[in-house]
T-cell receptor
Framework: KQEVTQIPAALSVPEGENLVLNCSFTDSAIYNLQWFRQDPGKGLTSLLLIQSSQREQTSGRLNASLDKSSGRSTLYIAASQPGDSATYLCAVPYNNNDMRFGAGTRLTVKP | NAGVTQTPKFRILKIGQSMTLQCAQDMNHNYMYWYRQDPGMGLKLIYYSVGAGITDKGEVPNGYNVSRSTTEDFPLRLELAAPSQTSVYFC?????????????FGPGTRLLVL
């Protein structure tokens, strides 16, 4: 059974800091891994999708890495801004039709 | 292009009442999903559909039913609401299966059962 864990549960940093969010998964036989952003009272927005054959993906100030063998992924946010404050969730497909989510990391970036 | 829409945004139900959560997408996606998110937890799959007329159970289907008569709509029915069904419900859709592409999420329906 695939289980996804995210550490830490919450993180508070001053504006401008670089930061890393962690995601781990128990079954390394994954198709891909996704990072989502969730704002309070809103739905999820896909940030990055890394295929199992890839080691990393970049989008602007975001960089996600994937190490299948160790069951880990990291989301690196460069030069954080208050607008980055949100909950970040990672997820992996359990099969073709079921996504398993971590509980998320709640990020607060202080001005 | 509205994406995935959900109604209502918020609802209070009494124990034993029933209701239908509505979900619609205008992206011509074959795949649609219903998740619930409890406080401090990740999303859990309730039901999914791979096309009109085809539905299947996810990880937590008990107490819920779905139908998919059109490509656009995927309503979730709660029969005999219980306090354990207090949660935020998200509908999502995708063009391909999850092994190939991403999901697009609606804004959610917050349900409180008292």
């Amino acid at each position: 059974k695939q289980e996804v864990t995210q550490i830490p549960a919450a993180l508070s940093v001053p504006e401008g800091e670089n930061l890393v969010l962690n995601c781990s998964f128990t079954d390394s036989a994954i198709y891909n891994l996704q990072w989502f952003r969730q704002d309070p009272g809103k739905g999820l927005t896909s940030l990055l999708l890394i295929q199992s054959s890839q080691r990393e993906q970049t989008s602007g100030r975001l960089n996600a890495s994937l190490d299948k063998s160790s069951g880990r992924s990291t989301l690196y946010i460069a030069a954080s801004q208050p607008g980055d404050s949100a909950t970040y969730l990672c997820a992996v497909p359990y099969n073709n039709n079921d996504m398993r989510f971590g509980a998320g990391t709640r990020l607060t970036v202080k001005p | 292009n509205a994406g995935v829409t959900q109604t209502p945004k918020f609802r209070i139900l009494k124990i034993g009442q029933s209701m239908t959560l509505q979900c619609a997408q205008d992206m011509n996606h074959n795949y649609m999903y219903w998740y619930r998110q409890d406080p401090g937890m990740g999303l859990k799959l309730i039901y999914y559909s791979v096309g009109a007329g085809i539905t299947d159970k996810g990880e937590v289907p008990n107490g819920y039913n779905v139908s998919r008569s059109t490509t656009e709509d995927f309503p979730l029915r709660l029969e005999l609401a219980a306090p354990s069904q207090t949660s935020v419900y998200f509908c999502a859709s995708s063009y391909q299966g999850l092994d190939q592409g991403t999901q697009y999420f609606g804004p959610g329906t917050r349900l409180l059962v008292l």
